[in-house]
Structure formats: C-alpha cells, structure tokens
C-alpha cells in the first residue's frame, strides 16, 4: 500500500470547506480538520472530492443542505 507523499499533504486542503486536512495513513484516509469530511485514499492518490468524500456520523445534527449531490432515495436515511 504506497503512502500519500507528506508534501503533498501539505499542499491539499479541503475542497468543501478550504479547511486544513490530515492524513491518517493507518486508515488509509484524509480527514478534514475543518468540517470533518472523509476523503478516499487510492493506490496513495488522495481522492479530494466532495463527491467521493464520506461524512461521518453528524455530531451537529445539522444535515448538509447545501447537498453536494446527495443520493437521496438509493440510501434513504431515517430522520432522527
Ligand atoms: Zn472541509
């Protein structure tokens, strides 16, 4: 599994937010420091897309409205 060059960490930032991101390599992910977003790492090439990203668990409770393209109806969620 090749590693994401730490350079080039240093140059990426969020592309949702802008925010600062971190390389967490033993779970093979970057994660924003910002607004949380998950990014795919692949084959050491960061995948830094809003459309590719996960969000974990919200802790805000506040779901994303501005919707970069959210599936709806595929993955329906209940409203909690
Ligand atoms: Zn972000």
Known sequence: MPA????????LICPACHGDIEYKERRNLIICTSCGLHYPVRDGIPVMLVEEATRPTSRRGRSASSGAGEDRGSDAR???
């Not at 994401?4 to 140059?11: C, K, S």
């Open 4 to 11: 994401v060059a730490p350079e080039l960490i240093d140059l």
């Open 78 to 80: 209940p409203a909690s």
